[in-house]
């Protein structure tokens, strides 16, 4: 079992910059890729980045590529997601998720088998 909680959420000015983190605790030596998703209201679930477990391999969705950035740190068992140059378009509640099987860097939800409980975003125009 692994357990994830986020933070760092808050309401922003388009423009501003906000720093997600996520905390993970139990098996996380367990733990291989980790991802950023988030859901806007009556959308689905999107994703936004994954980090392999070295940090060596990231990946973004287009839309958020070249202004946020995904990183961990394996020591404090903690995954960060810093996001720049926001816009209102980004507002929804973000999701850090975990991939204890090793499948690779995919970005399905399904792929992932650990979620935390969200933390909104809200960017203002």
């Known amino acids: 079992q692994v357990q994830l909680i986020e933070s760092g959420g808050g309401l922003v000015q388009a423009g501003g910059s906000l720093r997600l983190s996520c905390v993970a605790s139990g098996r996380t030596w367990s733990i291989y890729a980790m991802v950023w998703f988030r859901q806007a209201p009556g959308k689905e679930r999107e994703f936004v980045a994954l980090?392999?477990?070295?940090?060596?391999?990231?990946k973004y969705a287009d839309s958020v590529k070249g202004r946020f950035t995904i990183s961990r740190d394996n020591a404090k068992n903690t995954l960060y997601l810093q996001m720049n140059s926001l816009k209102p378009e980004d507002t929804a509640v973000y999701y850090c998720?975990?991939?204890?099987?090793?499948?690779?860097?995919?970005?399905?939800?399904?792929?992932?088998?650990?979620w935390g409980q969200g933390t909104q975003v809200t960017v203002s125009s």
């Open positions: 980090i392999s477990r070295s940090g060596i391999i990231t």
């Open positions: 998720a975990a991939d204890l099987s090793g499948r690779g860097y995919y970005t399905a939800s399904s792929n992932y088998d650990y």
